[in-house]
């Protein structure tokens, strides 16, 4: 697998990872139980995407004085092109976590913890993923079209149902733990499981919260096999994929509660979702003959989100004057 990644640069990525996850879960409280206030939520929403243009800055003034500047304007480039693809599929994943929160009834206090551990097993699972993707299309180069194929069929799949709801009550996996496990009616604090006397012996209970966390995991499971292939339409270099993975991931929990109390005004955002995974799934199936240089992809993706946006937002405003009337 060639990539630009030298020792020196991963470990300098590792370190401003390892860095910024102490500081989040130790030093702003975030093993403690409370509710994350919309100000906390903007204000770590900031952080994380400063952090990771100085890293696209850092990288690029790296690569400028070590390869020069044609490798260095490229590689800055694929990175904040997967950073934004990467971020606008990831806002699918809020949908989720609200339908999975509601769903488990999960108070606003306990849901960043359940989010922790989804942020980190995401990370884990992720990085296993990208470098097996990554070492698959560097021995097989037809993996792109089977990547490309599926993209397009999920995307198809995902504009033909963006309106239909899940119903979790039917959901195997869910049906499974509670007929295998001793699961309590209420939540505990911040405890996934509890010890309870029965007959004079301890029994494990699974409390609500844990149902929610493998839920949880499990769509992050799911939303990997959409996003990974994806980014491998812009760069198939382990370095960059990884790296803008990870950079969009860590800020995921922090949009997650910023979107939280808005997300239903984004009706239609499901919809652009679908088009850009589409249209990245159309450029892998036509790699080897039609070349989309990866800036008109950025402003690609940038465009259909943006302006899903704003129809989703105009059309809750033309709702809401009608029903004033």
């Avoid at 950073?83 to 806002?91: D, P």
């Avoid at 992720?126 to 299309?137: N, P």
């Avoid at 397009?152 to 995902?158: A, R």
Wanted: no cysteine.
């Amino acid at each position: 697998m060639e990539s630009i990644g030298s020792v020196g640069m991963w470990a300098g990525f590792a370190a401003v990872v390892l860095v910024m996850l102490a500081i989040d879960l130790f030093v702003v409280g975030g093993g403690k139980e409370h509710k994350v206030s919309l100000k906390e939520a903007g204000i770590w929403s900031v952080v994380w995407v400063s952090v990771s243009m100085l890293f696209a800055a850092a990288l690029w003034w790296h690569l400028d004085g070590s390869m020069g500047r044609e490798v260095a304007n490229a590689k800055a480039l694929e990175f904040v092109t997967g950073y934004v693809i990467e971020k606008a599929l990831a806002v699918d994943n809020v949908f989720i976590w609200l339908m999975l929160f509601s769903y488990f009834a999960v108070p606003p206090e306990l849901q960043k913890r359940v989010l922790i551990y989804g942020v980190l097993g995401a990370i884990v699972m992720r990085t296993g993923m990208i470098f097996a993707g990554a070492w698959l299309i560097s021995q097989f180069h037809w993996v792109l079209y089977l990547f490309g194929a599926f993209l397009l069929i999920t995307g198809i799949k995902m504009f033909w149902f963006a309106e239909h709801a899940a119903d979790l009550e039917k959901n195997p996996l869910l049906k499974w733990l509670r007929g295998h496990m001793k699961i309590t009616t209420t939540f505990h604090h911040e405890h996934f499981f509890i010890h309870k006397e029965e007959g004079g012996k301890l029994v494990r209970y699974a409390t609500p919260l844990f149902l929610a966390l493998v839920l949880v995991e499990v769509s992050d499971v799911i939303f990997a096999v959409d996003s990974i292939p994806a980014i491998f339409a812009i760069t198939t270099d382990p370095f960059i994929v990884l790296t803008s993975n990870v950079f969009a991931i860590l800020g995921l929990r922090a949009m997650y509660f910023l979107l939280a109390d808005f997300a239903h005004r984004f009706s239609l955002l499901k919809y652009g979702l679908a088009v850009v995974l589409m249209f990245i799934g159309g450029k892998m199936l036509v790699v080897d003959w039609v070349k989309i240089p990866v800036g008109i992809s950025l402003g690609v993706v940038a465009l259909v989100i943006a302006t899903s946006v704003i129809l989703s937002l105009r059309k809750e405003r033309l709702e809401t004057a009608s029903a004033e009337r």
